[in-house]
């Protein structure tokens, strides 16, 4: 048994699951000019559990590979700008345990 | 998929797959679409299971399903930053037959329970998305699938697809969810030998604690965190509402790590090893936030329909009645040939008046009202941890210095007041 480290990041926590990417994105910036220009918070960055969504400069980065399908996004954007479907049939992420 | 259905329901949770059961015990010709790998794959729950909900959809399930432990006690823990107040119930009645409930890891157990409508008859497709109900002249009468040629037919279609119910958003049942209506949980299994889980929760083989966690777990903010106990394994998690972690600009994980570090939980977990992370909502708007839920040729049941009593943190067992209470109405339409609204109209009845919907009633205004004062969390539960610090420390003072002080430190008369409206004030909405 190891020592329980003192803090694990999302990235350590992405790392256990599984995941079946589709080869395109079920998550979509409707207005991309939205988060740019009306959006200072961003706060889809913080409050997503897998960090998918990624402020770069000028744009969202949207990781959709990793995402728990959870849908906080599409009700937590306060501008209602993203666009939130299912993964493909099979795909997306994969419960082996909880 | 050319074939036509008498029922067709959609998502294999604990919904769905108990509405299949009973549809394809009784005779029905059933679909059950999942749209993950297989059922359970996109299900996450705490992991309590309860055996009455249970036993009347499958009558002793737990001599052969995948169960973890059955609770013999359940902790409840009011906590501060470095300390808790800690009060539950242990009895040895909850280890034998019939039980009270169990924790399951439900990719496990949805998996079991999905193989045992099969049995029954039922039709499992997994790895299907429906993409929406096909409605003609107002009525449902089929899905629309991600599958080529993915049309599919039934006389009643049964929305059993969890807490984003695109479905039943799209034909208008409930507009889109505020993120005061959802609770963002995550949580991860920790693996850990069984035998350091029986020590460190004083257990004997085959029997569980449950802890809930309550205050400084979710820093104040309205939710509850816990930390069960499986055979080899702990689940341990966090869920508050989407809107405190907007309000705080909390990261969920910045969260659960807080509560694995915490003083008072991190004896417990020490030395384990994380196996997974998991991310879900839940549903908690309560009846204030339950939709339409019967149209024609439709039913909603499950998470779908709201239905989780988060007060008691129940869901799972709510799913299970409202699907079983949905066969067994699908069930008479099929008799009488008639699946209009009115006709399916009698399973929301039946939901409604059962212990379903007395429940979702007695606690409709709970979440707003703890949300709308975050008191109870931010400031009672500290204040309550530094009265029994004071009262059992040892110090010297005698015990009516102690609660003199305990009393004044409360504040003044009119915070008092205060504090006496505001427990007056939940009594209410949870009496």
């Known amino acids: ?98 | 998929m050319s074939e036509k259905f008498d029922a067709i329901v959609v998502g294999a949770g604990p919904a769905g797959i108990s509405c299949a059961y009973d549809l394809a015990k009784g005779g029905a010709n059933v679909l059950l679409l999942e749209r993950g790998e297989y059922p359970g794959s996109k299900n996450v729950m705490g992991g309590v299971l309860y055996r009455k909900m249970m036993e009347d959809v499958i009558p002793e399930f737990y001599k052969e399903a995948p169960l973890e432990r059955p609770i013999v006690e359940q902790r409840f823990m009011m906590m501060d930053k470095e300390s808790a107040v800690t009060f539950g119930y242990k009895g040895m009645e909850w280890g034998k037959e019939p039980y009270n409930n169990f924790t399951v890891l439900r990719a496990k157990f949805d998996q079991w329970f999905a193989e045992k409508a099969v049995e029954q008859g039922a039709v499992l497709i997994n790895e299907t998305v429906v993409l929406e109900c096909i409605v003609e002249n107002g009525k449902v009468v089929g899905v629309r699938t991600d599958r080529p040629n993915g049309d599919v037919y039934a006389d009643v279609v049964v929305l059993a697809d969890g807490v984003n119910s695109l479905l039943a958003q799209s034909l208008g049942f409930h507009k889109e969810y505020k993120p005061d209506e959802v609770a963002l949980a995550t949580m991860e299994i920790l693996k850990l030998d069984k035998k350091v889980i029986e020590d460190r929760f004083n257990l004997e083989d085959n029997q569980g604690c449950t802890i809930e966690l309550f205050g400084d777990a979710t820093k104040g903010i309205l939710g509850t965190g816990f930390l069960y106990t499986n055979k080899d394994t702990l689940s341990i998690g966090v869920g508050t509402l989407l809107s405190g972690l907007i309000k705080h600009k909390i990261r969920p994980y910045d969260l659960l790590e807080y509560v694995k570090n915490h003083p008072m939980i991190r004896p417990y977990i020490q030395g384990s090893e994380p196996q997974e992370y998991l991310a879900h909502l839940i549903p908690e708007g309560g009846y204030n936030s339950m939709g339409k839920i019967v149209g024609d040729g439709v039913i909603v049941i499950g998470d779908a329909s709201q239905l989780v009593n988060a007060i008691h943190r129940e869901g799972s067992n709510l799913a299970m009645t409202s699907g079983r209470l949905a066969a067994e109405t699908i069930l008479q339409a099929k008799e009488a040939g008639d699946f209009s609204e009115r006709m399916l109209d009698e399973y929301r009845l039946k939901l409604l008046n059962g212990f379903v919907g007395q429940d979702m009633k007695k606690y409709k205004d709970s979440t707003h009202h703890f949300d709308k004062f975050p008191q109870y969390f931010d400031q009672y539960i500290p204040m309550m941890n530094k009265a029994a610090s004071q009262m059992f420390t040892v110090d010297g003072s005698s015990k009516w210095e102690k609660q003199k002080k305990i009393w004044s430190d409360i504040g003044s008369t009119k915070e008092k007041m205060k504090i006496a409206r505001d427990f007056y004030r939940a009594w209410k909405v949870i009496k």
């Open chain 1, 1 to 98: 048994m190891s020592e329980q480290k003192k803090h694990q990041s999302i990235e350590e926590k992405q790392y256990l699951v599984r995941f079946n990417a589709d080869t395109k994105s079920h998550l979509h910036v409707k207005d991309e000019d939205i988060c740019l220009t009306k959006c200072p918070d961003k706060i889809c960055t913080i409050f997503c559990p897998a960090e998918i969504y990624k402020w770069e400069d000028i744009r969202m980065h949207v990781g959709y590979e990793g995402c728990h399908e959870c849908g906080s996004c599409r009700i937590g954007c306060p501008h209602q700008n993203i666009k939130w479907e299912y993964p493909k049939g099979g795909h997306g992420i994969v419960f082996r345990l909880g």
